[in-house]
């Protein structure tokens, strides 16, 4: 399984942008996708995840409200991003974890490369 991120890009605090994971070699919706944040100078955190099946996801506390996760018919996972602040800054990975959404990081094995997302004025 190979993940590609993309959608990353420069938007203003209040903004909006749409990253996605677009998957190839394995079916994504055999796995849970997971969205990771790593913030400049800090460690990777979760964000949301979706399990196979879509049901249920998962959101940090931060993003909740303000981020939606969803999975489409063409192999690509999605992050809908609104109302987004400064501290949402950083590279954005997507990673597939069997079937259902783990918490640690080390339960994912297949990771992108990461998408830069900066919110700034």
């Known amino acids: 399984l190979q993940l590609v991120e993309s959608g990353g890009g420069l938007v203003q605090p209040g903004g909006s942008l749409r990253l996605s994971c677009a998957a190839s070699?394995?079916?994504?919706?055999?796995?849970?996708i997971g969205w990771f944040h790593q913030a400049p100078g800090k460690e990777r955190e979760g964000v949301s995840c979706?399990?196979?099946?879509?049901?249920?996801t998962y959101y940090a506390d931060s993003v909740k409200g303000r981020f939606t996760i969803s999975r489409d018919a063409e192999n690509t996972v999605y992050l809908e991003m609104n109302s987004l602040k400064p501290q949402d800054t950083g590279v954005y990975y997507c990673?597939?974890?069997?079937?259902?959404?783990?918490?640690?990081?080390?339960?994912?094995?297949?990771w992108g490369q990461g998408t830069q997302v900066t919110v700034s004025s």
């Open positions: 990673a597939a974890s069997g079937y259902v959404c783990r918490k640690a990081l080390n339960e994912y094995h297949y």
């Open positions: 070699g394995t079916a994504v919706d055999y796995y849970a």
């Open positions: 979706i399990s196979r099946g879509d049901r249920p």
